[in-house]
């Protein structure tokens, strides 16, 4: 009687285990399917828009610019604040809309980075006390 009922919960344990390894064997399989559709969708569309990396040269050239437009607009903001408002108070809806949908996407980057970080998807996880 005692080891019968230990050897039913083991019988349950096992078929537990069992069916979370197929489980999670399944998703694997899904999941690296999907990554490889992914990335022959990928291939595709990089091949046939004529896709190229920048060279370092482009690269070097684009960098700068940014950093110089940056300073410069900082200076330019430093040295005559009435020039900020003044550029502030010209701006058109769609130059608003176009900040909007920039600030969305930081947002969405730097979310999709906290959840890598964490580890977790929402919430940070729940550690055991020493």
């Keep these: 009687m005692f080891m019968r009922n230990y050897s039913s919960q083991a019988t349950k344990l096992v078929n537990a285990g069992n069916s979370l390894t ?6 694997t399989k899904t999941t690296i399917f999907y990554s490889k ?5 990928g291939k595709y569309v990089w091949q046939k828009e004529g896709m190229a990396l920048p060279s370092l040269a482009e690269f070097q050239q684009s960098f700068t610019n940014a950093y110089k437009s940056t300073v410069d607009l900082g200076l330019a903001f430093s040295q005559k604040p009435a020039a900020g408002l003044h550029y502030a108070r010209n701006l058109k809806k769609d130059d608003y809309i176009k900040g909007g949908a920039v600030l969305i996407q930081l ?14 998807i929402y919430g940070y996880k729940k550690h055991i006390a020493h």
């Design 22 to 27: 197929k489980g999670i064997s399944s998703l």
């Design 37 to 41: 559709v992914a990335g022959e969708i």
């Design 107 to 120: 947002a969405g980057i730097f979310s999709i980075g906290e959840m890598i970080g964490r580890g977790h």
